[in-house]
């Protein structure tokens, strides 16, 4: 399987740090986590046609709007939204993970390709 998906969302949208937020309840996932990881989950379903049940490796490219962000911000988010599609059925069949970060302030965004291993 090869794939490639490429989504306008601001990659600190999808930081695990800002996945969750205090709440009268505890602690829940914030709107804005969940409605990107929805988005690139959509994104997912259009581009693919069937799930994988190999090990995977998973390349990011990061255009973040500004200089700030860690590399690592979005990493959870984006294999979450990669199970939710179904892309594969589990994430820990992402055996590898690589992750670029570059900046345009104009179209920030985030590239994902996956393959098969």
Known sequence: MKLEVEAAIPPGDLAVNRAWRKTADGMAK????????????????????????????????????????????????????????????DDKQVQIVTAAKRVDADNPRILVRVESL
């Open 30 to 89: 914030s709107a804005i986590y969940k409605e990107s990881r929805d988005l690139l989950r959509d994104e997912f379903r259009l581009a693919h046609d069937g799930t994988c049940t190999d090990w995977v490796a998973v390349e990011i490219v990061e255009y973040w709007p500004e200089d700030k962000g860690d590399v690592d911000a979005p990493i959870k988010g984006v294999l979450d939204a990669m199970q939710a599609a179904r892309v594969v059925l």
